[in-house]
């Protein structure tokens, strides 16, 4: 389908047709084929910590998947074995993963914050047979070992040499051959291909499944929520431990035909240096979660070259819409959000050919067949809120296949012909989806069901405040209170005073019984290593009081 600027929605819905070809592997059928047509066809520009660019054809990957594949294979690695991946941002994730898929085993991607306790957790419940570590991440991956019998297969990436069991990444290449011609019985289609444990704010994490046509799935999130065309450097913030990196750094924006764009920084996020980094590389899209365009829309800028820069968006938690109107003010740019899960590709978004409403996610995705249902089933009409549902009828390309080895949890939210997201919205008389948090996190006060984000939004509008929390405590009286627990900007120091002014400035940015009765200050919220708001934490912390 070549790039179309869609004139409106109704004609996006319309005209927007995904074909899914049987036994679909995007190694072969993308990567392999780009490679032999246009093997120069620039796929990734890397940018590494100390700020040296590498520049990556399609043709790299094709040859470099191909020799991890037969290096793998050799090592004992079989179709259907788990291999996990804890690399940071480095290029060897991209080439594992499609090694990967040509073997038919089942990439593992994780975040390197894992302690050697949530790599036991992981190893074990997925049975993994192989890890690719970096070597800043060697330590704690020896340190879970002696609990790990499953493992077999051990590379390593960013070191100078390796001792056994370890092999270098590098060397285990160089000796490989550089063909894997397609087998006829290539995995595709339906079989496993990857597994994300979710970044669960409760709980242990759970195994998400996906198949061969979920990178599929993700075309619309390039070509339609990023607005991607051929030429593009497209920019997503988000570390490859997560699904958010295969949301924005590879699959739809390889099929968009853009270039991904990769900032391996380490250590503390800085927003100046992302600035700069974006300026100089010439990057054209952008997507971001909103926490990193709170800290960006402090900085100045006006002393950054953002001219390349023609497309924003946003997903993970909700933008606040003072944010919006900053970025759009400072840089003529509106912000684009979006929606969706670990367990799908998008669902629902404000794409370039809708008006955006600063707050709202948008409208369902072509393909997702969106529908609010109260607790009894029953259909929410317009400003009732109710939970985010998938109709499966139709099943939509890129909704997993299920929580791996635990059918009980698969079947609680695959009930009643829908997919249940556990996530509560209101929709609004033009269609447009309102965000209001997890079914476990909304606060029941006097009457008045609360969501969390619209009170943290307030908060955040003030200068004083970075980041914010809300929560419900209990109340003798209103059943819950709301509580705010909040982050202060440099310079501000808490006090009585700071905290009417806080409660009276909610109240005058929305509704005034949703204002926080309880502000604690602290120095920062607890959160996943995804950088989730951890709220059941706040909650369970708050009961012990």
Not at 291 to 315: G, K, N, P, Q, W
Not at 368 to 382: A, F, K, Y
Not at 455 to 483: I, M, N
Request: net charge neutral; glycine share 8%; proline share 7%.
């Amino acid at each position: 389908m070549s790039h179309h600027r869609f004139a409106s929605y109704a004609e996006l819905l319309q005209t927007w047709r995904l074909e899914v070809p049987a036994r679909y592997n995007f190694a072969f059928d993308f990567v392999d084929l780009t490679a032999s047509q246009d093997p120069q066809r620039l796929a990734m520009i890397h940018v590494d910590d100390a700020g040296v660019r590498r520049e990556y054809s399609m043709a790299y990957f094709a040859e470099s998947s191909s020799r991890l594949a037969n290096a793998l294979a050799a090592m004992g690695i079989a179709r259907g074995d788990t291999v996990m991946i804890i690399v940071h941002r480095r290029v060897e994730f991209w080439v594992t993963m499609l090694a990967l898929h040509k073997l038919g085993a089942l990439g593992v991607p994780s975040p390197a914050l894992l302690t050697a306790k949530d790599i036991i957790y992981r190893v074990q419940t997925a049975g993994i047979r192989g890890i690719v570590a970096d070597a800043s991440v060697q330590a704690t991956v020896e340190a879970a070992w002696p609990e790990c019998p499953s493992l077999s297969v051990f590379l390593l990436t960013g070191a100078k040499a390796a001792q056994a069991p370890w092999v270098l990444f590098e060397d285990a290449l160089a000796k490989a051959s550089p063909s894997y011609p397609r087998p006829a019985d290539a995995p595709g289609g339906d079989d496993p291909a990857t597994v994300f444990f979710s970044s669960g704010t409760t709980g242990y994490p759970k195994m998400v499944l996906h198949t061969f046509t979920y990178p599929l799935g993700h075309l619309a999130t390039g070509r339609l929520w990023h607005d991607l065309r051929p030429g593009d450097v497209h920019l997503t913030v988000a570390d490859t431990g997560w699904a958010k990196s295969v949301w924005g750094k590879f699959y739809g924006q390889w099929l968009a035909g853009a270039t991904v764009f990769v900032w391996d920084y380490r250590g503390k996020f800085d927003p100046g240096r992302l600035l700069a980094v974006m300026a100089e590389h010439r990057v054209t899209t952008f997507c971001a979660p909103p926490t990193i365009y709170r800290f960006l829309v402090r900085e100045d800028l006006a002393r950054v070259d953002l001219s390349a820069l023609r497309h924003c968006t946003t997903a993970g938690e909700l933008l606040n819409d003072s944010v919006f109107h900053e970025w759009k003010e400072r840089l003529g740019l509106p912000i684009f959000e979006g929606y969706g899960q670990t367990e799908t590709t998008l669902q629902i978004a404000t794409f370039p050919c809708m008006t955006p409403k600063p707050g709202s996610i948008g409208k369902p995705a072509p393909g997702w067949d969106i529908v609010l249902l109260d607790e009894t089933g029953e259909v929410c009409p317009p400003g009732v809120e109710g939970e985010i549902c998938v109709r499966l009828n139709p099943r939509p390309v890129g909704l997993f296949s299920g929580y791996w080895k635990d059918e009980a949890k698969t079947a609680s939210v695959m009930e009643g012909g829908v997919y249940h997201t556990g996530d509560k919205a209101w929709v609004d008389e033009d269609g447009y989806f309102w965000f209001l948090g997890r079914v476990d996190d909304l606060i029941k006060s006097s009457g008045y069901r609360i969501g969390p984000f619209e009170v943290e939004s307030a908060l955040v509008s003030h200068p004083a405040v970075v980041e914010a929390a809300v929560t419900g405590v209990p109340d003798p009286d209103r059943g819950q209170a709301v509580k705010a627990t909040v982050v202060l900007a440099p310079g501000y120091t808490p006090s009585p005073a700071l905290t009417r002014e806080l409660q009276n400035h909610v109240k005058t940015v929305t509704a005034p019984y949703k204002y926080p009765r309880i502000i604690e200050y602290v120095a920062e919220l607890p959160k996943t290593i995804s950088g989730k708001i951890k709220r059941a934490e706040i909650r369970a912390r708050d009961s012990q009081r």
